[in-house]
């Protein structure tokens, strides 16, 4: 802040300080004004999903939502006629009895009929128009948020394994996954803005033939609780952006203490009570922040609406004093009162639901601004077809690679080939980079150094697609569908769901087929414990049901990442000696912690802090007397 100069005078001084004093609070709301204006920007594109949901249906909204806007005002202006002729009515002389085929002869009397049986038609007509109007609307609010849910699907079946793996990107998918259903209310807001706008319109033209200043007043008095309720939202919004961790630990402790596949642990390890409380103690304090922050809106806002009565009882008592000063007829004072008391309610309602849907409007953002994180593994825009089959094989070149937020390398000046046919198996110990290796291999990340040549090209040079679909992988942290079990091995390849013969010829080669065969339903058979009529499996049936998925691809590189972890010593024999038959022709890379199942591969590679430290046959490899002979010597000790 400057300092007013020496010598000024006093009032000078306040002159020049009151500005200074002023400007802060200005420039504060003037920023929060233009946030809130700028959180709009997202409601063209969601018109556009909505209008992409169903053209028609919005169209029809549109229609029903103008003629609903012209029947307030419209029936209040008959209300005001009907009440004029009943004072003219009264002021006749009447008959001594009451005949109503007379009273109806009478023009003047008939018209009071008449005018009584347009507002009932207008009452029929609105409220017709509105339940119509409300089922359109449910019917376009479920439309777009399956058009909302699917993108958001397709959009985050786009992203890149890292992006999935952030913290901070896990939080925004987050809140983007609440505002697809979330924001349906959104909607109806926006078209129920756009309805009573319409209102106000026909309100105000009629206010300004009467008392145009009425309207300045209520305007005047309205806007210090509109600027109120955009505070608060903004608040609001904040809370509830900066609470989304606690809330996704919130989700997941509700998870843990509710769900079929935590049970077993909770249970034995007795964590009910550890979850229960560790639950309660972040839902208090979401709860403890949102009650303060409900009752300063609430008593802010109670506030300024006790302006808002007192403006429109200022108004209502100049309408009543001009009518008795015979300025306004019993009509007009009926038409006056009930337009001002519908303005009001209409202005503050715009003003307020112009803020509710600038809140909403900021919640948008978490949704498109997720749509626009962009995938940073992509396909070329020319890109080389993938050999069929593989002529040369697959080479790593001093590739390096290390996990964002990580100092440590995962792999470094990694160097070694995979020929084309050739079966390579990788051992070390935990941590050695293994699977980071497979990530690699099928593009889930790309290396931070080297490069990963397949005959002779680099990989970004293919399809991504086309890439992952010539691949067919195992890990040893497959995912267990809750689908049928027919389902389950067709996951390898989807698109062949239908196909029976596929299904049921991948399930023989993993030995699938006799799991699949003991069930009640057989290949129909629902797996898992989610749904009803689920059946589960041990972890060594699921183990050969996911092995099926690779051979249902029938992929040019076979990848299995301890696919038999979970099998004992005659089954995992079982499955290795089918997967060479089947394996022949095929390149592959085996992972496993069995030295009798390594030693079936062509050549072994030896893994040690992210580098090849031996590599050779198995026999080659203990002769050797090397890290190999002594992990293998370590394992055969616990068989003795």
């Not at 608040?235 to 998870?255: F, K, N, S, V």
């Not at 997720?370 to 790593?396: D, H, L, Y």
């Not at 030295?595 to 046959?617: C, H, N, P, Q, Y």
Request: proline fraction near 4%; charge should be positive.
């Amino acid at each position: 802040m400057v300092a007013p100069p020496a010598g000024s005078t006093g009032c000078a001084r306040i002159a020049m300080v009151i500005p200074m004093i002023l400007a802060s609070p200005l420039r504060t709301m003037r920023q929060r004004l233009v946030e809130r204006l700028g959180a709009l920007r997202h409601l063209p594109a969601l018109f556009r999903l909505v209008y992409a949901a169903s053209p028609r249906l919005l169209a029809a909204s549109l229609a029903l939502r103008l003629v609903r806007a012209s029947l307030p005002v419209a029936a209040l202006y008959v209300a005001k006629l009907i009440l004029d002729a009943i004072v003219a009515e009264h002021a006749r002389p009447h008959p001594a009895g009451l005949d109503l085929a007379a009273w109806l002869s009478d023009p003047q009397r008939a018209r009071i009929v008449g005018l009584v049986l347009l507002e009932l038609g207008l009452a029929v007509l609105s409220d017709g128009l509105g339940r119509l109007s409300n089922l359109v609307d449910g019917i376009i609010a479920d439309l777009y948020a399956n058009a909302a849910t699917l993108r958001l699907m397709r959009h985050a079946a786009e992203l890149d394994l890292e992006q999935f793996e952030d913290s901070a990107q896990q939080d925004r998918l987050e809140r983007a996954r609440r505002q697809v259903t979330g924001r349906s209310s959104l909607l109806s807001g926006l078209f129920g803005q756009g309805q009573d706008l319409v209102t106000l319109v026909t309100f105000a033209v009629g206010l300004m033939a009467y008392a145009p200043w009425l309207i300045l007043l209520l305007a005047a008095a309205l806007v210090p609780a509109f600027l109120n309720e955009l505070h608060f939202n903004r608040q609001g919004y904040r809370l509830a952006w900066t609470r989304t961790p606690e809330r996704r630990q919130i989700d997941y402790l509700r998870y843990l203490g509710a769900s079929v596949e935590a049970a077993k642990e909770v249970k034995l390890f007795g964590l009910n009570g550890y979850i229960a409380e560790r639950y309660g103690a972040l839902a208090e304090k979401l709860v403890a922040d949102n009650r303060a922050l409900a009752i300063r809106r609430a008593a802010w806002g109670g506030f300024f609406a006790a302006l808002g009565t007192l403006a429109y009882y200022a108004a209502y008592a100049t309408i009543v004093w001009r009518t008795v000063a015979g300025q306004f007829s019993i009509g007009d004072l009926a038409f006056l009162a009930g337009s001002f008391l519908r303005l009001r309610g209409l202005m503050e309602g715009l003003l307020l639901g112009f803020s509710q849907i600038a809140s909403q409007a900021q919640y948008l953002d978490d949704l498109f601004s997720f749509f626009a994180v962009k995938p940073a593994i992509r396909s070329p825009a020319q890109p080389r077809p993938f050999p069929v089959p593989v002529a040369e094989g697959i080479v790593f070149e001093d590739v390096g690679f290390r996990y964002a937020g990580s100092e440590t390398w995962a792999v470094r000046h990694l160097s070694f080939r995979l020929g084309a046919g050739e079966v390579l198996a990788l051992v070390g110990e935990n941590g050695a980079g293994k699977t980071t290796i497979v990530k690699l291999l099928t593009r889930l990340y790309d290396p931070t150094e080297g490069r990963i040549l397949l005959d002779g090209h680099p990989l970004p040079a293919y399809d991504l697609d086309a890439l992952r679909a010539r691949i067919g992988v195992i890990f040893q942290d497959f995912v267990r569908f809750d689908f049928t079990a027919a389902e389950n091995v067709a996951v390898g390849r989807i698109e062949a769901r239908d196909d029976a013969e596929r299904i049921t010829a991948a399930a023989g080669r993993s030995l699938a087929d006799g799991v699949i065969g003991r069930l009640p339903l057989g290949y129909a058979q629902p797996l898992g414990k989610r749904f009803a009529d689920g059946v589960d499996l041990s972890g060594g049936e699921w183990q050969k049901i996911a092995l099926s998925r690779a051979y249902m691809r029938e992929a040019e590189i076979l990848v299995l990442d301890e696919p038999t972890a979970a099998l004992d010593a005659r089954a995992e024999f079982e499955v290795f000696q089918r997967f060479r038959d089947l394996a022949q022709g095929r390149t592959a890379l085996l992972i496993s912690h069995r030295f009798s199942t390594v030693r079936m591969a062509d050549r072994i590679l030896v893994l040690e802090g992210g580098r090849v430290i031996e590599s050779g046959t198995h026999a080659a490899l203990q002769g050797q007397g090397g890290r190999y002979a002594e992990l293998f010597e370590l394992q055969a000790a616990g068989y003795r």
